[in-house]
Structures are given as structure tokens and as C-alpha cells.
């Protein structure tokens, strides 16, 4: 399942950006791969990333991901309740399962992202 | 046939690609610990081998009334120790790797965990490490990992086997690690608290300390909570039946060295390393972790859990490069504790702490002896200062019968005539007595 209005990475991350922030979560192919999350180390507030930086690990009864910030900007929140329910990110990826919101430094890195057409053409070709 | 998967020619190649000769390649091994040759002997019978192992066996003194610690200590074994963990089902020093189908070592290793978090007052417990000096090198890593900081403070009443191995891991590492110098016997504390700021990751302190002597760090870990650092405690389980845990007094991370639980003391081991911590870091915790669960039908059962922490799965980002235990020194450790019972560890720790008081208060009436440090507090060890190099001393003491203790000299400077004494359970008052007028004798 692919939302519309987000805009997407190759690594499976989504971005719902809004105004000068960026929701950012996994996208529903990406917790079908992981399976049962078991786990989120979420990035601390105040931390700045560049775009393709580490800033989160989801890990799953399988398998540790690494979260890879979609664009460069600075945490200003996160979704705490991940870290007694990781399996939100199962049940509801894009609503109740994102993992934190940046404030956007660099507009261009948005620029970069794919919107949901390319994303579910880019998935058709994996 | 060598055991050696590659030709020649590929082993040139390999050098070629990295720009190196042999003899660079292995340029970090002491010239003299090389080999001179691998021209070796032609095999020997079975009996001429035993016969060479007793001749260099019978080089070793086992018959020395040992007054030896520092990190490895004498305790009384009962047989069953022995008896049980050498069951055919229990048998095997190491980790299972089809782990689910080996349901009793998984229940043996949870016990484990739970008697070590048990006796440090701490939540969370791992399957165990090699030994006390690489348990707390990993707890070291784990609060780099945790605090996300580069800066660890250590004292020197540290094991110094444990910081030497701590310097040897991290040589190649981008850590910044401060040594304070112990005072009194104790902690430094106003050094430790002046090098800890913001980039301090963790401290790290051992109670009893090397020296024997023991403290309460309730005062450092609050201090070192404040600048957002970790405190890590290395302690000596025993001592753990009557003393102040290192998880009341604050500390986020406890290691030491299981040894004292049911096994011999012997040269290179194999010892036991444990480490327990907070529930809220046991992400970050090295090595295998065994929890408990139920199956489709409801049983108990036992697995290896949080495994995406570990090497076969997270690869370079795993949290160690541990991926196996001490499964059967856990196992001894925990049959041993098991014995005993929580009155019996008790007690044992007791009769330690009253047999080394006494001892000092007989050693402390040759005129000759003095107390090294002013500290009155320790466990079952004390360094007492002799008029003379302690090492000669001691050596003399070998030809009388007795392990008399510890040479300081080697690993600290300005010690050259300081001794650590050691008392266990196991040491009479006969044998303290006869220890004090050998002494006496030799001085």
C-alpha cells in the first residue's frame, strides 16, 4: 500500500512534509519485509541529520534495519509510544507508527524524494 | 597436507594488494613470542605423552597454603558442583546454536541470569562473557554506545589485568581514557568528578577494589548521573552475600568475574564473566540474552532473545562481536549459588570478611609490618607494607609452603614493598598462624 501527498525513499522511508516539517515513518512494504517489530531506537530531539544519515534503527524478530533520514534538517519530535509499542508501525505505518518529525534545513534535499507514483513504479521493478 | 586454504601464489597476490610482506603482516607480534621454527618433533606414544605432561606438570606447586587474590580466589568447592554440571545433558562449554532445541541449557543459562541480576540488584542480565576483564571492556563499549559520548574515566584501584586488556581492546580506537590514581585506597573521588563532563561517557570503579578495600559509590553515581554519564561497578560476587550491590548504590552497569563461584582457580582458566544492567539498556547489552516464553500450546518454554542485537544478524552494528557464553562456567557458577543458598553465600562471605580481619590483626603484631593504607574498611584482602621488597619476600615464602600474597611492585609504582593478603573461607586459624611466623621468620 502506497499513501498519496508523501513522498518517498529507495531505503522505504516516507515523508509527510508540511511546511517547514517532515513526518517520517516506513512505508507498509517496508514492515511487511521486517515482520513483527519487536523494537525502535528513536533519534534524540535537538539532533541534526544530513539526508541518507543514520537516525533510527526498527528491528524486528528477524532482522535489524537502520532508518535513514530522508532529508537533512533537526528533530523536534519523536513518537514515544513506539518504545512500548513498536508494533504500531505494523499495524498503522503512516498515522500512528511514525518515527519522528525534522524541521527541514535544506528544501532541496526534499526536491530528491519520489512522489507515490514513482515509489509504486520504483516497488513494481524490486 | 597444510591447513592452509590458500596457494602461495594467492598469498603474494593478497600481500601485493595491501602493500605488505609477511613480515609486516604479523609486525605487531613481539619478536619473542615468534615462533623460531615449526620444525617439530616426530609424534609420540600416548604414554610418552603423559609421561612429558606429568614431568612439566610436577613443575607446578599445588600444595602452597594460598593467600593469594587479586582478582582469582581459593573457595571451598563442594563435590556436587563437579558432580552435576558434568551430566552427560549439561555438558558443553559452549553456547548452543540450534538453541530452541536445547531447552535445559536455556533454562540453566536463564537461571544464570537471574541469580546474577539476583545477587548485583540489577534487572537485566546476559548469558555471560569470558571473563571479568572483557566483561567490563564490554560494558565499557556499551555505555560508549548508550551515551553516544568518546570519554571514559577509570580509576586505578581498577584490577589493573582489567585495564591493561581495556587498553589493549581500544588501542585502535578513537576513545579518550583517563586513569585517576586512587586515594587512600579509595576512589578518587575529586579527580573522577573533575574529569567527568559532557563528552564523559562512563566511569569506572570496582568495589571490593583491587586493594580489598571496600566503599559505597551511592555519592559518585548520583554525581556522575548529573553530567548525563554512566557508572560502571566491577565487583567480586561473593562478596556481593554482605555487601552493598553495586545496583543500590546506583550503577548502570555491573560486571565481574564469576570465577569465585564454584571454580578453580587455574592459570588462564576458563573463568566466567558476567554482566547485568538497567531493563531500559538492554538494547545496548553485548552477548546472548535467554528469556522465557510460552509455546503454541502454553508450556514453558525458553529462547534466545533479542538476537537483532548480535553479530549472525546485525553484522558490523551488532553490539559486540561476542556471539557465544560460558554456557558450562555459568552452569557452575549457578549450581554452585544454588547449593549454597542465600544464607549459605551469606555465610561464606562472612566467615571471609571475619578470617581476613583476624588475619590482619595477627599479621599486624610483627613489629616489622605496617598497614599500607589508612582505609579500615575491607573485604578479604589488605596490603600490608613489609621493610623490605615484598617480592623477595614472598619468593622466601614459596620454600616454606605458602602462596603469601600478591607483589604490588608489578603493577603499581612506589609499591615495591606492599603485599596483598588474601583470606578465604577455606584458610584456618592454624594455617593464618602458621603464615605469621613464617613471616616473621623471613623478615
Same mark, same amino acid.
Given at each position: 500500500?502506497?499513501?498519496?501527498?508523501?513522498?518517498?525513499?529507495?531505503?522505504?522511508?516516507?515523508?509527510?512534509?508540511?511546511?517547514?516539517?517532515?513526518?517520517?515513518?516506513?512505508?507498509?512494504?517496508?514492515?511487511?519485509?521486517?515482520?513483527?517489530?519487536?523494537?525502535?531506537?528513536?533519534?534524540?530531539?535537538?539532533?541534526?541529520?544530513?539526508?541518507?544519515?543514520?537516525?533510527?534503527?526498527?528491528?524486528?524478530?528477524?532482522?535489524?534495519?537502520?532508518?535513514?533520514?530522508?532529508?537533512?534538517?533537526?528533530?523536534?519530535?519523536?513518537?514515544?509510544?513506539?518504545?512500548?509499542?513498536?508494533?504500531?508501525?505494523?499495524?498503522?505505518?503512516?498515522?500512528?507508527?511514525?518515527?519522528?518529525?525534522?524541521?527541514?534545513?535544506?528544501?532541496?534535499?526534499?526536491?530528491?524524494?519520489?512522489?507515490?507514483?514513482?515509489?509504486?513504479?520504483?516497488?513494481?521493478?524490486? | 597436507?597444510? +591447513?592452509?586454504?590458500?596457494?602461495?601464489?594467492?598469498?603474494?597476490?593478497?600481500?601485493?594488494?595491501?602493500?605488505?610482506?609477511?613480515?609486516?603482516?604479523?609486525?605487531?607480534?613481539?619478536?619473542?613470542?615468534?615462533?623460531?621454527?615449526?620444525?617439530?618433533?616426530?609424534?609420540?606414544?600416548?604414554?610418552?605423552?603423559?609421561? @612429558?605432561?606429568?614431568?612439566?606438570?610436577?613443575?607446578?606447586?599445588?600444595?602452597?597454603?594460598?593467600?593469594?587474590?587479586?582478582?582469582?580466589?581459593?573457595?571451598?568447592?563442594?563435590?556436587?558442583?563437579?558432580?552435576?554440571?558434568?551430566?552427560?545433558?549439561?555438558?558443553?562449554?559452549?553456547?548452543?546454536?540450534?538453541?530452541?532445541?536445547?531447552?535445559?541449557?536455556?533454562?540453566?543459562?536463564?537461571? +544464570?541470569?537471574?541469580?546474577?541480576?539476583?545477587?548485583?540488584?540489577?534487572?537485566?542480565?546476559?548469558?555471560?562473557?569470558?571473563?571479568?576483564?572483557?566483561?567490563?571492556?564490554?560494558?565499557?563499549?556499551?555505555?560508549?554506545?548508550?551515551?553516544?559520548?568518546?570519554?571514559?574515566?577509570?580509576?586505578?584501584?581498577?584490577?589493573?589485568?582489567?585495564?591493561?586488556?581495556?587498553?589493549?581492546?581500544?588501542?585502535?580506537?578513537?576513545?579518550?581514557?583517563?586513569?585517576?590514581?586512587?586515594?587512600?585506597?579509595?576512589?578518587?573521588?575529586?579527580?573522577?568528578?573533575?574529569?567527568?563532563?559532557?563528552?564523559?561517557?562512563?566511569?569506572?570503579?570496582?568495589?571490593?577494589?583491587? +586493594?580489598?578495600?571496600?566503599?559505597?559509590?551511592?555519592?559518585?553515581?548520583?554525581?556522575?548521573?548529573?553530567?548525563?554519564?554512566?557508572?560502571?561497578?566491577?565487583?567480586?560476587?561473593?562478596?556481593?552475600?554482605?555487601?552493598?550491590?553495586?545496583?543500590?548504590?546506583?550503577?548502570?552497569?555491573?560486571?565481574?568475574?564469576?570465577?569465585?563461584?564454584?571454580?578453580?582457580?587455574?592459570?588462564?582458566?576458563?573463568?566466567?564473566?558476567?554482566?547485568?544492567?538497567?531493563?531500559?539498556?538492554?538494547?545496548?547489552?553485548?552477548? @546472548?540474552?535467554?528469556?522465557?516464553?510460552?509455546?503454541?500450546?502454553?508450556? @514453558?518454554?525458553?529462547?534466545?532473545?533479542?538476537?537483532?542485537?548480535?553479530?549472525?544478524?546485525?553484522?558490523?552494528?551488532?553490539?559486540?562481536?561476542?556471539?557465544?557464553?560460558?554456557?558450562?562456567?555459568?552452569?557452575?557458577?549457578?549450581?554452585?549459588?544454588?547449593?549454597?543458598?542465600?544464607?549459605?553465600?551469606?555465610?561464606?562471605?562472612?566467615?571471609?570478611?571475619?578470617?581476613?580481619?583476624?588475619?590482619?590483626? @595477627?599479621?599486624?603484631?610483627?613489629?616489622?609490618?605496617?598497614?599500607?593504607?589508612?582505609?579500615?574498611?575491607?573485604?578479604?584482602?589488605?596490603?600490608?607494607?613489609?621493610?623490605?621488597?615484598?617480592?623477595?619476600?614472598?619468593?622466601?615464602?614459596?620454600?616454606?609452603?605458602?602462596?603469601?600474597?600478591?607483589?604490588?611492585?608489578?603493577?603499581?609504582?612506589?609499591?615495591?614493598?606492599?603485599?596483598?593478603?588474601?583470606?578465604?573461607?577455606?584458610?584456618?586459624?592454624?594455617?593464618?598462624?602458621?603464615?605469621?611466623?613464617?613471616?616473621?621468620?623471613?623478615?
Amino acid at each position: 500500500m502506497v499513501v498519496e501527498g508523501l513522498l518517498y525513499t529507495k531505503e522505504h522511508e516516507w515523508a509527510r512534509v508540511e511546511g517547514d516539517t517532515a513526518t517520517i515513518g516506513i512505508t507498509d512494504y517496508a514492515q511487511e519485509m521486517l515482520g513483527e517489530i519487536v523494537f525502535v531506537e528513536l533519534p534524540v530531539v535537538g539532533k541534526e541529520f544530513q539526508s541518507h544519515d543514520e537516525m533510527a534503527v526498527v528491528e524486528s524478530t528477524k532482522a535489524a534495519s537502520d532508518i535513514y533520514s530522508p532529508v537533512k534538517g533537526k528533530v523536534v519530535q519523536v513518537n514515544s509510544e513506539l518504545e512500548s509499542k513498536p508494533e504500531l508501525i505494523n499495524e498503522d505505518c503512516y498515522k500512528m507508527g511514525w518515527i519522528c518529525r525534522l524541521e527541514i534545513a535544506d528544501r532541496k534535499s526534499v526536491e530528491t524524494l519520489m512522489d507515490s507514483k514513482q515509489y509504486e513504479e520504483y516497488l513494481e521493478g524490486l | 597436507m597444510p +591447513f592452509i586454504s590458500n596457494t602461495p601464489e594467492q598469498q603474494k597476490q593478497m600481500l601485493a594488494d595491501i602493500g605488505l610482506t609477511m613480515d609486516e603482516l604479523f609486525a605487531d607480534i613481539p619478536a619473542e613470542l615468534m615462533a623460531k621454527s615449526f620444525d617439530l618433533p616426530a609424534g609420540a606414544s600416548e604414554q610418552q605423552v603423559r609421561e @612429558r605432561l606429568a614431568e612439566l606438570s610436577d613443575k607446578n606447586s599445588t600444595d602452597l597454603i594460598c593467600f593469594l587474590g587479586g582478582g582469582f580466589y581459593d573457595h571451598f568447592i563442594p563435590a556436587a558442583v563437579n558432580s552435576i554440571i558434568s551430566r552427560g545433558e549439561f555438558y558443553t562449554a559452549y553456547t548452543p546454536y540450534q538453541p530452541e532445541l536445547s531447552q535445559g541449557t536455556l533454562q540453566a543459562i536463564y537461571e +544464570f541470569q537471574s541469580a546474577i541480576c539476583r545477587l548485583t540488584e540489577m534487572e537485566v542480565a546476559n548469558a555471560s562473557l569470558y571473563d571479568g576483564g572483557t566483561a567490563v571492556y564490554e560494558a565499557m563499549m556499551m555505555a560508549l554506545r548508550i551515551t553516544g559520548r568518546n570519554k571514559v574515566v577509570i580509576d586505578d584501584s581498577v584490577n589493573p589485568i582489567y585495564r591493561v586488556m581495556i587498553h589493549s581492546y581500544t588501542r585502535n580506537l578513537r576513545i579518550e581514557l583517563e586513569e585517576t590514581h586512587c586515594k587512600d585506597g579509595l576512589a578518587n573521588r575529586e579527580q573522577i568528578l573533575d574529569r567527568v563532563d559532557d563528552q564523559t561517557a562512563a566511569v569506572i570503579l570496582q568495589n571490593p577494589n583491587f +586493594f580489598g578495600c571496600i566503599e559505597d559509590f551511592s555519592d559518585i553515581a548520583a554525581a556522575v548521573h548529573k553530567k548525563g554519564a554512566l557508572l560502571i561497578v566491577s565487583c567480586y560476587p561473593i562478596s556481593l552475600g554482605i555487601l552493598k550491590t553495586p545496583g543500590a548504590m546506583g550503577a548502570d552497569i555491573v560486571t565481574g568475574e564469576g570465577q569465585s563461584l564454584g571454580m578453580p582457580v587455574s592459570f588462564g582458566g576458563p573463568y566466567l564473566g558476567f554482566m547485568a544492567s538497567r531493563k531500559q539498556y538492554v538494547h545496548k547489552m553485548p552477548g @546472548r540474552i535467554v528469556g522465557e516464553t510460552t509455546d503454541k500450546i502454553g508450556r @514453558r518454554a525458553y529462547v534466545l532473545t533479542l538476537q537483532a542485537r548480535e553479530q549472525h544478524i546485525r553484522r558490523d552494528k551488532a553490539t559486540s562481536n561476542i556471539c557465544s557464553n560460558e554456557a558450562l562456567c555459568a552452569l557452575t557458577a549457578l549450581v554452585y549459588l544454588s547449593l549454597l543458598g542465600k544464607e549459605g553465600l551469606k555465610a561464606t562471605a562472612q566467615l571471609c570478611a571475619d578470617k581476613a580481619s583476624y588475619a590482619y590483626q @595477627r599479621l599486624m603484631k610483627i613489629s616489622k609490618v605496617q598497614p599500607h593504607f589508612r582505609a579500615k574498611w575491607f573485604f578479604n584482602e589488605f596490603v600490608l607494607d613489609l621493610p623490605c621488597e615484598a617480592a623477595g619476600v614472598i619468593a622466601k615464602l614459596i620454600e616454606e609452603g605458602f602462596a603469601a600474597g600478591f607483589p604490588l611492585s608489578r603493577y603499581y609504582q612506589g609499591m615495591e614493598n606492599s603485599m596483598l593478603i588474601c583470606v578465604t573461607e577455606k584458610r584456618t586459624k592454624q594455617q593464618i598462624g602458621m603464615l605469621a611466623e613464617a613471616l616473621e621468620s623471613v623478615l
